[in-house]
């Protein structure tokens, strides 16, 4: 636009007074020259100066035009950068003035809480002395109080003694009392009897000697009277101020009751604050004595128990003594019957044929059997063949059997070579004869032999016949 303006206002001047070659050529259409020739290059130059200078000027019009943008940006930002920074600068005096009221306040709250942490440290120190203190005098009033009961005890103690020391004066004293008006009655009779006897005197003076006589003797007992009546009068007068000692001491006492029962008073008061604790200590002591209550029942119900049990254990001591008594006496029986039935049984069996040795009785068949049914037959009398495990039985065997040979107890058909007893124990010192046991042809059971220098063992087969020697305990049963 302007620059069509600007275009139009340089053509009115410069492009007036420029000419085409056409236009020359109008104007001077005979020839070139030189005039003209520089007229040419002379526009020429012209024009490309304009040209230039035109694109200049656009350039500078579009670099003005991008500046004059650019400015305009800078400046609606430098506007809002300084609304954004009045706002923030607003908003941060708000704040800071909020933050400084808060702080006023958060100071003077602290402040204030500083304070009342003061005074409450105060008051709990306050209170933790007052605690201490009354600890402290919880501890003496309750040291005073088990202190002034103990006394107070012993005081009610030998003011209850003094009451019936009192009370036993005071009969004694009523009965001194009534003797003495007894005999002051009995003084008046006599002193009665002694005007009438006065007034007979006057009247039957011949009987004045035997009346005078009369006379002197109640004159005598009127003395003794009267020195009773003194010594009487002498004891109520010491019971009357033993009776004032103990009026005033009963009132000394009343008065010390008094001031205790003050003083008791004044701590019971002052132990209001330990009502709780003796309360929470009834309490306690209420649930004990419910314990103790009922561990008390519980003790008598096992007492009586215990002196059931004592009872029954008394009486079955009796029992038990009698009866050991009675065992005692019937084991000795027993014992005696024992003897006595072995001595029989032995003496039987020795008439039998069985001899006695030791503590057994053995018995020499003159039958011979095999090794099996000589065991039998000493098994159907309660015996079996014999074991020989000592050299003395040995030497009673061989004695027994004299020139013969018999069975014995002594096996190894179970396993060969391991020869074992009929009772199941294994041998352990053998008697066998030299060269025995050689298990010549099966030879399982053993036999001993009695026969002069050849007095030992042998193994022959079982079922050989052969005597046999039963052996029977005594002691057994
Ligand atoms: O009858 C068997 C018996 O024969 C001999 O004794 C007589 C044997 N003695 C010797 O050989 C020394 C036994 O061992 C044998 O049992
Ligand atoms: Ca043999």
Redesign the pocket.
């Known amino acids: 636009m302007e620059l069509n303006d600007f275009m139009g206002s340089k053509s009115g001047s410069t492009y007036d007074r420029l000419e085409t070659p056409k236009t020359r050529n109008a104007k001077n259409p005979g020839g070139d020259t030189a005039g003209g020739r520089c007229s040419r290059l002379t526009a020429v130059c012209l024009g490309l100066l304009c040209v230039l200078l035109l694109t200049a000027i656009i350039v500078l019009w579009v670099k003005f035009n991008h500046l004059a943008t650019q400015s305009d940006y800078l400046q609606r930002s430098v506007h809002n950068l300084t609304v954004e920074k009045e706002g923030l600068e607003a908003s941060h005096k708000n704040s800071v003035g909020e933050i400084r009221a808060n702080k006023n306040k958060v100071t003077a709250e602290k402040d204030k809480l500083q304070t009342s942490y003061n005074n409450l440290i105060k008051e709990k120190d306050q209170l933790q002395t007052r605690y201490n203190i009354l600890a402290e005098e919880r501890d003496q009033l309750q040291a005073n109080k088990s202190t002034v009961t103990t006394e107070k005890d012993q005081l009610q103690t030998s003011y209850n003694n003094l009451i019936k020391e009192k009370d036993q004066l005071q009969t004694r004293y009523n009965i001194l009392a009534e003797e003495r008006d007894q005999l002051q009655a009995n003084m008046s009779t006599v002193t009665t009897e002694k005007d009438q006897l006065q007034t007979i005197y006057h009247n039957l003076v011949k009987e004045k000697d035997q009346l005078q006589t009369r006379y002197n003797i109640l004159a005598i007992e009127r003395d003794q009277l009267q020195a009773n009546k003194s010594t009487v009068t002498t004891e109520k007068d010491q019971l009357q101020t033993v009776y004032n000692n103990l009026s005033k001491e009963k009132d000394q006492l009343q008065t010390r009751y008094n001031i205790l029962a003050e003083e008791r008073n004044q701590l019971q008061t002052s132990n209001i604050n330990l009502t709780r604790e003796v309360d929470w200590l009834r309490n306690n002591n209420k649930n004990l004595t419910r314990e103790k209550d009922q561990l008390q029942t519980n003790n008598n119900n096992l007492i009586i128990e215990k002196e059931k049990l004592q009872t029954r254990y008394n009486n079955m001591t009796l029992e038990r003594d009698t009866l050991r008594s009675n065992f005692n006496n019937l084991n000795n029986l027993n014992k005696q019957l024992q003897t006595t039935c072995k001595s029989k049984v032995v003496d039987i069996h020795v008439q039998l044929g069985w001899r006695s040795f030791g503590s057994s009785i053995y018995y020499l068949s003159d039958e011979e059997k095999t090794w099996s049914d000589s065991r039998h037959y000493c098994q159907d009398r309660g015996a079996d063949l014999i074991i020989i495990n000592s050299k003395e039985k040995q030497d009673f065997a061989v004695k027994t059997v004299g020139g013969k040979r018999a069975w014995i107890g002594l096996t190894d058909r179970h396993t060969e070579n391991v020869w074992k007893w009929v009772d199941g124990s294994a041998l352990t010192t053998g008697y066998w ?6 298990n ?2 099966e ?1 399982d059971c053993a036999e001993v032999m009695g026969v002069v220098m050849k007095e030992g063992w ?4 079982c079922t ?1 016949k052969n005597r046999w020697i039963c052996e029977k305990s005594i002691t057994d049963n």
Request: hydrophobic share 20%.
């Open positions: 004869l030299p060269g025995e046991p050689n010549a042809g030879e042998n193994d022959i087969p050989n």
